[in-house]
């Protein structure tokens, strides 16, 4: 009991996939360069005046993780992505260019292990909206920083696993002033800022095979999250001299998270997987599948 089943081994560093997004913690515990390509296509509905999007990700992550002495280890990346935001109901869409500087360190302590991921993110936002006489652009500047921190407890039984943990995150997301050029009347919105810390608790199943020298792995996992705390920030919209307020739309203080994952290990340096993570709210619901591959040099 304790010991890590061969697949463990994944980018070294916690990845926000887009502005407001949660961090997403990957440890890469083997030690040397490596990188990984990605492509992530998500849907989220309706929610209150918000009438949901779809995002269409592609991007790249190149890293370095280092085992610094029995058990503890060490991993830094960066993350460049391109994510299209297409909100049809209301003619808008968007492109959002993220880079993303990440760090991240895990103490293994027999079956249990102590993990923290710590990321800085910034990024171009180019908006367009069709106004019926033409389209209203806008360019600004989008920030995120996010922490985690979570504990583990590895219960391997043969080829299988039963992962419980618990963690807790932070992060805060900011998007600068804009102003819209072009179309019929263009307006002018305020800054953002949106912060949010919650908990969640759950637990990860698995099992892999080892064929013909590679390595395939089924997992999944469930998570309660609780919203300790949100705080958002109102906008205020001009259109000419007429203005309104608009105040940000949080998640439902309680919640669930969801998902499953296929890994296929081709060698010790080569890695596909697809993933899909469900989050489920009560007053809406984000479906998101991750298709990527990965390599270590």
Partial sequence: MGTRRPTDSAAPCGIIRAAAAPPRQRTRHAS???????????RTGAQGDFVGDRRQTWGGVAGLGARVAPGVNVGAS????RTAIDVP???????LDLTQIGFNASVDKGPWTWAIALV??????????????????ARYNAHIDGALTELSYYWNMDQSRIVPKAALEYVRAATGSLQEFGGLDPVMATGATVERSRILMGAEIGHYWIFDRKIFDLS???????????????????LGTESIMVQGIGESRYGADAGASASLSLSNTARLYINYDGKFRAATQS??????VELKF
């Fill in 32 to 42: 040397g360069p490596g990188g990984e390509a990605y492509g992530i296509s998500a």
């Fill in 78 to 81: 960066v993350d460049q992505s």
């Fill in 89 to 95: 109901l209301a003619l808008q869409s968007a492109t």
């Fill in 120 to 137: 800085h993110g910034f990024g171009k936002i180019n908006s367009s909206r069709d106004t019926g006489f033409g389209i209203a652009s």
């Fill in 220 to 238: 999944a996992y469930g998570k309660f999250v609780d919203n300790i705390s949100q705080n958002f920030s109102s906008i205020t919209v001009r």
């Fill in 287 to 292: 479906h998101q599948g991750t298709l990527g």
